[in-house]
């Protein structure tokens, strides 16, 4: 399947595997490039200049296909060595980076001068209209069902996708609630050149996370994510757990008194705990709605052929129905 995206970024399939913490791994990247998709290392996960160089470089020794990187853009007293991570992005000729958080205009004429092609994820219309306007060459468009940060917004995807095909010129992809060929077929309906998965890909067997995790998101269901943080207007979808739970009852105790301190046992550095661990109960990890719809741990590639194969079939199946209904 050709689109925008597929040629654009040099690969097979119109399916990308989003930035995740302590998920996007060179192993987990390369899995989903051999497949004929779009891998992307988490740069933040890996944190220094030095380590994302190794990971890059481990990653190149995995595929021969394209990858890419993902930049986060948080506020922070002791924010991370941008110019440095773009560096060695350069230096290690990756061609793709995912951009997220805040505007990534100040990296910008960095990597667009090494020919590197900028997808910024957006969680509305006017971030995507910003993004595009700074130059950006896609954008990610990020609907209220995503797991992690959802933005403020609270739309989803069957209204900010057809929202974006009306507004936007450069290409996008859907991002949040996707996680097979419906999933596909329904948002090149929509206006979308592709899909960004995030959760669906922790849930295969090349994921570089704890076995609970994978189970867990198999076991869940659509309603069992919760919104957190969104008293401090830093809104986060996670799988609800005994912590998170216990998050939820101080903001509402809280109320409008609530300070990012009051929860830090149940949010600051517990990733490595559950997604190296397996600790499920250790505090808030980013995970989508669409875990209800994940019920199966495959490969990779068994992922997405499964997925382009529906794809292709639902289209083969709505062009036989038109034509019927065109004979009749």
């Known amino acids: 399947m050709k689109t925008a995206i597929t040629e654009m970024f040099g690969i097979e399939h119109p399916i990308i595997q989003g930035g995740m913490h302590f998920v996007g791994f060179a192993e987990m990247a390369a899995a989903v490039s051999n497949a004929g998709g779009l891998g992307i290392i988490t740069g933040l996960t890996l944190g220094t200049p030095e380590k994302l160089a190794d990971e890059i470089a481990r990653c190149r020794d995995m595929t021969d296909k394209p990858f890419g990187v993902n930049l986060t853009f948080l506020p922070s007293l002791t924010p991370p060595d941008y110019p440095g991570l773009v560096k060695v992005i350069i230096d290690g000729g990756v061609k793709v980076v995912e951009t997220a958080g805040r505007n990534p ?70 991002s949040g609630g996707m996680a097979d060929g419906r999933s596909l077929v329904a948002s090149l309906a929509m206006g979308a050149e592709g899909m960004n998965m995030g959760t669906r890909f922790i849930a295969t067997q090349e994921a570089p996370v704890h076995e609970n995790v994978k189970k867990a998101i198999v076991a869940a269901s659509e309603l069992d994510t919760r919104l957190v943080m969104r008293p401090l207007r830093n809104t986060e979808r996670v799988m609800t757990n005994e912590a998170v739970e216990r998050l939820l009852e101080k903001e509402r105790e809280l109320g409008d008194k609530l300070k990012f301190e009051d929860i830090l046992p149940e949010v600051a550095g517990v990733y490595p705990r559950i997604m190296t661990e397996g600790d499920m109960d250790a505090g808030a990890w980013s995970c989508g709605m669409v875990a209800g719809l994940v019920n199966d741990i495959p490969t990779c590639r068994e992922l997405i052929d499964r997925i382009m194969r529906e794809a292709d079939d639902i289209l083969a199946r709505m062009n036989r129905q038109m034509n019927a209904g065109q004979a009749a």
């Open 105 to 174: 205009q100040q990296v910008l004429p960095a990597l667009k001068d090494a020919g590197i092609k900028v997808i910024h994820k957006c969680t509305s219309v006017r971030h995507s209209l910003k993004a595009q306007s700074i130059g950006c060459d896609a954008v990610s468009v990020d609907g209220f069902e995503c797991g992690g940060h959802p933005g403020e917004d609270d739309i989803p995807n069957f209204i900010l996708l057809p929202r974006a095909a009306d507004e936007l010129e450069i290409p996008f992809v859907s």
